[in-house]
């Protein structure tokens, strides 16, 4: 038996090598697929991130597949980021919901599409209905640790929590016209949710379950339930987070209020 523990030391680090390799693939395939480059992590985004919903929903946690550029687009160049966050609630075994009217969870693992424009936005929340809405359990099989899960189970803990509503978020949704399934938060409505450049963007998203942030400079994009699978599916998400970009762009505030 004197060779099972280097055989197990060997077969630990052919698995990191793999998983390693793995990861750079699908890097470099979400790169190909949006028109973007690799980027090692997240520090070139605004602080302002970690005052979003999406954070405290994930409590933080680890990206993977980072991908970034700078793209021209209508005249303008947009700071394009995007990424796989594996929430650090996942790495618990927990999630959580976000208290809003009605509530809806995100999932362990989320891809997220950041876009970074010249111009501020105060705190708003858009989200098209779907399976977050639903806030089901995850189950204790089949997830990436079952056995974090079932210690958690065992031990009687509590799957879920209820997330911390960042203060410029309303739990109520505006009382304001939006395309159907839509439903918008903020404290106070902005001029631009009103306009119809944006209107027409949420009316051609046909992804169920996605949600729109916009604070300070960054529009925050991402499916609340499922992580997108395959470097296609990545590049169509980050498109639609351009479109929704086009969209805000479309209208601009004046005294009169959005004028096209």
């Given amino acids: 038996m004197d060779w099972l523990i280097p055989a197990l030391i060997f077969a630990g680090v052919g698995w990191l090598a793999w998983q390693a390799q793995r990861s750079r693939r699908e890097q470099l395939g979400a790169a190909a697929s949006a028109g973007l480059d690799i980027a090692?992590?997240?520090?070139?985004?605004?602080?302002?991130?970690?005052?979003?919903?999406?954070?405290?929903?994930?409590?933080g946690g680890f990206e993977t597949r980072v991908v970034h550029n700078i793209i021209a687009?209508?005249?303008?160049?947009?700071?394009?980021?995007?990424?796989?966050?594996?929430t650090l609630r996942e790495r618990r075994g927990e999630w959580a919901w976000?208290?809003?009217?009605?509530?809806?969870?995100?999932?362990?693992?989320?891809?997220?599409?950041?876009c970074e424009l010249?111009?501020?936005?105060?705190?708003?929340?858009?989200?098209?209905?779907?399976?977050?809405?639903q806030l089901a359990?995850?189950?204790?099989?089949?997830?990436?640790?079952?056995?974090?899960?079932?210690?958690?189970?065992?031990?009687?803990l509590p799957p879920a929590y209820e997330a911390e509503l960042p203060p410029t978020l309303a739990t109520q949704p505006l009382a304001?016209?939006?395309?159907?399934?839509?439903?918008?938060?903020?404290?106070?409505?902005?001029?631009?949710?009103?306009?119809?450049?944006?209107?027409?963007?949420?009316t051609q998203t046909k992804r169920r379950d996605l949600v729109v942030?916009?604070?300070?400079?960054?529009?925050?994009?991402?499916?609340?339930?499922?992580?997108?699978?395959?470097?296609?599916?990545?590049?169509?998400?980050?498109?639609?987070a351009l479109a929704i970009v086009d969209g805000?762009?479309?209208?601009?505030?004046?005294?009169?209020?959005v004028e096209p």
Avoid: C
């Avoid at 976000?98 to 950041?114: K, N, Q, W, Y």
């Fill in 40 to 59: 090692r992590d997240l520090s070139h985004i605004s602080p302002a991130l970690q005052r979003t919903a999406l954070w405290s929903l994930a409590e």
């Fill in 73 to 86: 687009r209508n005249g303008i160049d947009i700071s394009v980021t995007a990424f796989d966050l594996e």
């Fill in 98 to 114: 976000l208290p809003v009217e009605p509530p809806f969870r995100i999932g362990g693992f989320v891809s997220v599409v950041i």
């Fill in 118 to 133: 010249d111009r501020t936005f105060p705190h708003m929340l858009l989200k098209r209905a779907g399976r977050g809405d």
């Fill in 137 to 156: 359990a995850d189950p204790v099989i089949g997830t990436t640790n079952p056995f974090v899960k079932g210690a958690r189970a065992a031990l009687g």
């Fill in 176 to 202: 304001i016209e939006l395309p159907e399934h839509w439903r918008a938060y903020a404290v106070s409505v902005d001029p631009i949710i009103a306009s119809e450049g944006l209107h027409d963007a949420l």
């Fill in 213 to 240: 942030e916009l604070i300070d400079s960054l529009v925050i994009v991402y499916p609340a339930a499922l992580d997108v699978s395959g470097a296609d599916a990545f590049a169509d998400l980050v498109e639609t």
């Fill in 248 to 257: 805000l762009r479309a209208g601009h505030v004046s005294p009169r209020g």
